[in-house]
Structure formats: structure tokens, C-alpha cells
């Protein structure tokens, strides 16, 4: 995943429920963008809060009341190109405006924020190119909460390891006991690639407030996969909670 897509800072989802995709000219976007054949579709919508940029970079960080820097709040550009129906590749932007078009491109315009992300979900639900790029577009529209939908894409062994490892990465971001559980049963899950499961690991250390630490010492203690339960004790020493000292306290004594 590009730098851009990969913030430090932890995020926080609105807690709106994604809706069902409202008809766009009776074609749903993810139609509309696979009928064009060959070319480049380009689409606008809403940026979630705390998501801006400059038409280049894209920050996800809360905005500081100490600096001010030029970043716009909106809207989320993508570019999606196509190649007889199939993607093959995706491009996010936030802010700036679009250069002077070319004949093969389509442009749909300022589309609904849920109408958006349910279409890049479903296109990168396909299988094709740039599927992790669909997915961090998708995960910051505004207005909508699509973990279950990652979650479903994580598990999909038959996706891109990009694009699954991305909808872990951005589970992760998604604050809420729901979200959490799902990635306990990501790292729980044997049947799941280690690649994925490791990346749940990674996503249960990023949950705000240490939230993920109950469910991290759970693994350490009894995930039957020693990488996995070094991964997990990996993170438990970033966490700088004291539950994960009195586990390394337990580990050294012998009593765990």
C-alpha cells in the first residue's frame, strides 16, 4: 500500500451504518465504472472527518490546533482505470481539482459518500488489480461504517493478499467491540493465512486505548502458532500497558 494510505495515528470511524447503494441513473457505481470497457473513470465524494489533502498526499490524522498546513477537507478523488471491464488500477486523492480530461475518460461527478464505498467494496470484492487501493478509498468516505464489509473481504481467500491485508489494516482503524471481535477471530482463525492473521495482530495493537490488549495477551498465551504468539507479544511491548508487564512478568518467572 502506498505511504499515503498508511497512517500512524489512529482512527476513528463515524459510527453511521452503511446504507444501501441509491440507484445512480438506475446503474450502481461499481456498473457504471466496469461499463465504460476501456478507459479511466473518474468519481467525487464526501471525505469522512479528519481526512484531508493537498491533491498529492492524504493525511487521516486529526487536524492540530498548534500548526495550520494546506489540506483540504475534501472531496476524495479516485481514479479508476479499466481494461475491457476489468480494474487495473485505482488512484485516491483528497482535494485539488482534476486536470483537463481526455477523450477516454468518464467522469461520473459528485456521487453520494455510501454510494461510493458500497461500489469501490464491490469492485474490490472482484478480485481485480488496485483492490487495496478500492478499500482505503472506500474506508474514508464520510458517512459510512464498512467493517463488516472488510472483515468479509479479510476472509476471502480467493482475494489479492493486497487487498485483504489492506481491509485488515483498516478493521483496525475501526473503534467498537464489534470490530474488535472480528479481529480476534482473524489471528484465531488456523484456516486463514498467516499473512492475514499476522496483519489482524497488527490491527488489534492499533485499536484505540489499548483495546486490543486483552484480546493480545489471549493469543500470546494460547494461539497454537509460535510466530503468531511472537507477533503478539511483539505488540504487547509497544502497548506500554501494564497488563503486558505483568504477562512478560509471568513469562519470565515461569508461571505462564
Given at each position: 500500500?502506498?505511504s499515503?494510505?498508511?497512517?500512524?495515528?489512529?482512527?476513528?470511524?463515524a459510527?453511521?451504518t452503511?446504507?444501501?447503494?441509491?440507484q445512480l441513473s438506475?446503474?450502481?457505481?461499481e456498473?457504471?465504472i466496469?461499463?465504460?470497457g476501456?478507459g479511466t473513470v473518474?468519481?467525487s465524494?464526501?471525505?469522512?472527518?479528519?481526512?484531508?489533502g493537498n491533491?498529492?498526499?492524504?493525511?487521516?490524522h486529526?487536524?492540530s490546533?498548534?500548526?495550520?498546513f494546506d489540506?483540504?477537507?475534501?472531496?476524495?478523488r479516485?481514479s479508476?482505470s479499466?481494461?475491457d471491464?476489468?480494474v487495473?488500477?485505482?488512484?485516491?486523492y483528497?482535494g485539488?481539482?482534476?486536470?483537463?480530461?481526455?477523450?477516454r475518460?468518464?467522469?461520473?461527478?459528485s456521487?453520494?459518500?455510501p454510494?461510493?464505498?458500497r461500489?469501490?467494496?464491490?469492485l474490490?470484492?472482484?478480485?481485480?488489480?488496485g483492490?487495496d487501493d478500492?478499500?482505503?478509498?472506500?474506508?474514508i468516505?464520510?458517512?459510512?461504517?464498512i467493517w463488516p464489509?472488510?472483515l468479509r473481504?479479510?476472509?476471502r481467500?480467493?482475494?489479492?493478499?493486497k487487498t485483504?491485508?489492506?481491509?485488515?489494516?483498516w478493521?483496525s482503524?475501526?473503534a467498537?467491540?464489534?470490530?474488535t471481535?472480528?479481529?480476534?477471530?482473524l489471528a484465531g482463525?488456523?484456516?486463514q493465512?498467516r499473512?492475514?492473521?499476522e496483519?489482524a495482530v497488527?490491527?488489534?495493537s492499533?485499536?484505540?486505548?489499548?483495546?486490543?490488549?486483552?484480546?493480545l495477551?489471549q493469543v500470546?498465551r494460547?494461539n497454537?502458532?509460535p510466530q503468531?504468539?511472537?507477533k503478539?507479544i511483539f505488540w504487547?511491548?509497544q502497548?506500554?500497558?501494564?497488563?503486558?508487564l505483568a504477562f512478560?512478568?509471568?513469562?519470565l518467572l515461569?508461571?505462564?
Amino acid at each position: 500500500m502506498p505511504s499515503t494510505h498508511l497512517p500512524t495515528a489512529l482512527l476513528t470511524f463515524a459510527t453511521i451504518t452503511l446504507v444501501s447503494t441509491p440507484q445512480l441513473s438506475a446503474q450502481s457505481i461499481e456498473t457504471r465504472i466496469t461499463a465504460v470497457g476501456t478507459g479511466t473513470v473518474h468519481l467525487s465524494y464526501a471525505a469522512r472527518e479528519g481526512v484531508c489533502g493537498n491533491g498529492r498526499n492524504i493525511s487521516t490524522h486529526d487536524r492540530s490546533d498548534e500548526r495550520e498546513f494546506d489540506c483540504e477537507a475534501g472531496p476524495v478523488r479516485v481514479s479508476i482505470s479499466v481494461d475491457d471491464g476489468v480494474v487495473t488500477r485505482a488512484r485516491t486523492y483528497v482535494g485539488g481539482r482534476w486536470r483537463t480530461t481526455g477523450d477516454r475518460v468518464t467522469d461520473l461527478g459528485s456521487v453520494s459518500a455510501p454510494a461510493a464505498a458500497r461500489g469501490l467494496i464491490d469492485l474490490a470484492e472482484r478480485g481485480d488489480a488496485g483492490g487495496d487501493d478500492l478499500v482505503f478509498a472506500a474506508s474514508i468516505a464520510d458517512s459510512v461504517v464498512i467493517w463488516p464489509d472488510l472483515l468479509r473481504i479479510a476472509r476471502r481467500a480467493t482475494l489479492p493478499s493486497k487487498t485483504r491485508t489492506s481491509a485488515v489494516f483498516w478493521i483496525s482503524q475501526s473503534a467498537g467491540d464489534a470490530a474488535t471481535r472480528g479481529l480476534a477471530d482473524l489471528a484465531g482463525d488456523e484456516a486463514q493465512d498467516r499473512d492475514v492473521r499476522e496483519h489482524a495482530v497488527f490491527g488489534l495493537s492499533q485499536l484505540p486505548d489499548n483495546q486490543g490488549v486483552p484480546i493480545l495477551l489471549q493469543v500470546a498465551r494460547s494461539n497454537r502458532d509460535p510466530q503468531i504468539r511472537r507477533k503478539a507479544i511483539f505488540w504487547l511491548g509497544q502497548s506500554e500497558d501494564a497488563r503486558a508487564l505483568a504477562f512478560f512478568e509471568e513469562v519470565l518467572l515461569g508461571k505462564s
